[in-house]
């Protein structure tokens, strides 16, 4: 059995931002992921929204973490060598919703947020000339940026796997007994040991948390849907476009992805933990209430519905050590700002660590490489990269110009991608506008001859989603 000094459980933003963390200050570390892949559940689809920090109430744990997790993203993500959107938020009214806007802005002072402004009409519409005619005022929160929270959660497990640390995937704690030194934990076949765990298993903080026979929390599922239109529309929208929030929530915006999409959505609708379906309701909705804020969506262009699923636990964020086990820790309900939160939650466990002993020394940091990007290159570079390897001029997704060698080296990343999605969320084939369409037979080929394995055995995500059952020519066989 493996030993290690300290366990993190779940491969979310949070998860991975512990692991990460603890690595860079010389813990023996591992981090255990049900999934196949880190980023499996609300850290792949949500908003990507880097939030400044003015919605939280003050003196609650999302407002610390919030205020301070958005300070340190990027530089964080200069580090890690993934793009940071410095754009800043907009929060939009109609006449009306000016004192409710001058609230926001005095919460987010006392949070502690820089240079919110409101901002009166006619500056707001050469900012955002496509506004629907209604609106008048905005807070403006220059701090708040978009980032893509899958690439910031790859790049965060590849940076700790490059300096030490460990990630097994397809691990799904389900059993954990206490020894003298620590914890054994067993999804059943293998087991690790450690001597600090860390529960980051966001749906399953409960399940973990049970498994130690301490506290659990009322939990809830609430699913937010999309719709994402191509990338032809960039330049409709400049900023995130927030309407007022309600009690509910922070309301359906007008969004920009790093990579030139927009984004509508997400609504707020109470599920099931895995219900990832898109209903039509939902998405009438969608349309329905954007007019408030932008006008002529174009929603001809539309590639993609999506969801992802809120973990809420009342009102606040729980980051707690647990008074009932020694050196046991846990993350629950990280709902949104929890994407903006999470590099500051990580800081807040390796203290708690250090508080209870954890031995931490300095290591000799390796820098984690970026993927080659072919699309933002200039044509000499281009030139003379395929010159070196002549793959790099072999396009495999047409949408949105990936070479086979990207798709090469992706397959070849620390952290290995097991499945189509999995690249998808790496180096993009089928994210464009065929969404996969023209691209799939060709990277499940490559996927095959990289991994020498069958053209079967290869799964758009989960075991059970294989593309392909078997041979036509030879009669399924
Ligand atoms: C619609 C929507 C919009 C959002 N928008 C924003 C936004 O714009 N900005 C923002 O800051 N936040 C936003 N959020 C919130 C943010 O996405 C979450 O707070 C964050 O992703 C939670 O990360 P996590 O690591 O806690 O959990 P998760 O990402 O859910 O990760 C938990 C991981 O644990 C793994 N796991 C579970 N059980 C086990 C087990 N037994 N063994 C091993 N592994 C296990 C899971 O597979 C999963 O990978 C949004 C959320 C949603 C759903």
């Known amino acids: 059995m493996k030993e290690f000094d300290l366990v993190v459980i779940g491969g979310g933003i949070v998860g991975c931002n512990t692991f990460s963390e603890a690595v860079l200050n010389g813990i ?244 099931q933990k895995d219900d990832r379906s898109v209903d039509l309701n939902g998405v009438e909705k969608i349309k329905e209430q954007i007019l408030q804020t932008v006008k002529e969506p174009n929603f001809k262009k539309t590639i993609k519905l999506f969801a992802g699923i809120r973990v809420k636990t009342g009102s606040d964020f729980v980051v707690e050590r647990d008074e009932t086990n020694k050196n046991y820790y846990y993350a629950v309900g990280i709902c949104s700002p929890g994407l903006t939160a999470a590099p500051a939650i990580a800081k807040d466990f390796l203290e708690m660590l250090k508080k209870d002993g954890i031995k931490t020394k300095p290591i000799n940091y390796k820098k984690r490489k970026p993927y080659i990007d072919t699309q933002n290159m200039s044509s000499d570079e281009l030139d003379n990269l395929i010159k070196q390897n002549p793959l790099y001029g072999k396009i495999v997704c047409r949408c949105e110009h990936i070479s086979e060698a990207e798709i090469i080296d992706a397959l070849n990343s620390p952290l290995h991608p097991v499945s189509i999605d999995a690249l998808k969320r790496r180096v993009r084939p089928t994210m464009g506008r065929c969404q996969g369409s023209f691209c799939i037979p060709k990277l499940i080929r490559i996927m095959a001859n990289e991994r020498r394995l069958k053209k079967e055995q290869i799964a758009l995500n989960e075991k059970g989603s294989e593309l392909i059952v078997g041979d036509i020519k030879n009669g399924g066989k």
């Open 28 to 271: 023996n570390t591992c981090l255990l992921e049900s999934s196949n892949d880190v980023s499996a559940y609300a850290t792949k689809a949500n908003s990507g929204i880097v939030h400044s920090g003015y919605d939280p109430i003050p003196g609650s744990l999302m407002a610390k973490y919030n205020v301070l997790g958005n300070k340190m993203y990027k530089s964080m993500c200069e580090r890690l060598g993934v793009e940071y959107l410095e754009c800043g938020t907009l929060t939009v009214s109609k006449a009306d919703g000016k004192e409710a806007l001058m609230e926001l802005k005095k919460r987010g002072e006392e949070n502690g947020v820089l240079g919110l402004r409101i901002i009166e009409e006619a500056e707001l519409k050469q900012m955002e000339p496509n506004l629907s005619d209604d609106i008048k005022f905005a807070l403006f929160a220059p701090t708040g940026g978009v980032v893509s929270p899958y690439s910031v959660c790859i790049a965060l497990a590849e940076e700790g796997i490059i300096n030490g640390g460990e990630i097994q995937t397809k691990f799904e704690v389900k059993q954990i007994t206490k020894d003298e030194t620590g914890y054994i934990l067993s999804d059943g076949i293998k087991s690790v040991h450690a001597k600090y765990v860390i529960n980051c298993a966001g749906p399953n903080a409960n399940e973990i948390n049970k498994l130690l026979n301490t506290k659990t929390y009322p939990m809830r599922f609430v699913k937010g849907e999309y719709i994402l239109l191509d990338k032809s529309t960039k330049g409709y929208i400049n900023h995130p476009i927030f309407p007022l929030p309600t009690k509910v929530g922070k309301g359906i915006l007008a969004n920009i992805t790093v990579h030139g999409n927009i984004m509508f959505g997400p609504t707020a609708v109470d599920c």
